[in-house]
């Protein structure tokens, strides 16, 4: 089946640190995957994505690579700011049009 | 501008009664979704529409009911029969621009009394 395991939070960082949050999925064929944050009482943004392998997704400095050969999507930023704190979602889409979503790491970043 | 729009973001109902929860939106989009969001958890998928006076139930669809009797519209209506009705609810639709992915509204936070 398909299913999106992403590490555990809470996470907290000083301003400035480097940023990773693990995503691995399991998936048949080839999923489209999908980084998405979500700030206090708001929906869900996409932030970044890749449809293939070795596809590299990034955006306002994060930034994710498609790995197939160890089923990961792990989302990176060199240099975190206050405003990223969020929860911060890995997800895929596969065939047809459900989408499979991991359980959220919220991100605290103190200056 | 186009988007997605849940109203009313806050909702208060007492015990036993039916509540609906409004889903507009104006991307053209064909399928729409429905989530249910609790506290330090993921999304649940509660139904989904692929098209108009077509809806497919999700992983946690008991005590819930949609319609989709327009493109721009996919209702939801917590019944009196969910035995956990207090969430935040998200609404999604979905656009294919070479990767099939989600646009969410801003969601809508049940609280029942």
């Known amino acids: 089946g398909n299913s999106v395991t992403q590490m555990e939070g809470p996470v907290t960082l000083s301003e400035e640190a480097f940023l990773t949050i693990n995503c691995t999925y399991t998936a048949t064929g080839y999923p489209s995957l999908f980084w998405y944050v979500q700030y206090p009482g708001e929906g869900l943004q996409l932030l970044l994505k890749a449809t293939k392998a070795d596809d590299k997704g990034s955006n306002k400095g994060f930034e994710a690579t498609y790995r197939k050969e160890t089923t990961s999507f792990h989302l990176e930023k060199g240099s975190v700011q206050v405003s990223d704190s969020a929860v911060y979602f890995c997800a895929l889409q596969n065939t047809g049009n459900q989408f499979y979503f991991g359980t959220g790491t919220s991100l605290t970043v103190i200056p | 501008d186009g988007g997605i729009t849940q109203s009313p973001k806050y909702l208060f109902r007492k015990e036993g009664q039916n509540v609906t929860l409004s889903c507009e939106q104006n991307?053209?989009?064909?399928?729409m979704y429905w989530y249910r969001q609790d506290p330090g958890q993921g999304l649940r998928l509660i139904y989904y529409s692929q098209i108009v006076n077509d809806f497919q139930k999700g992983d946690i669809a008991e005590g819930y009911s949609v319609s989709r009797e327009k493109k721009e519209s996919f209702p939801l209506t917590v019944t009196s029969a969910q035995k956990n009705p207090t969430a935040f609810y998200l609404c999604a639709s979905s656009i294919d621009d070479g990767a099939r992915w989600q646009f969410f509204g801003p969601g809508t936070r049940l609280t029942v009394l």
């Open positions: 991307l053209n989009h064909d399928a």
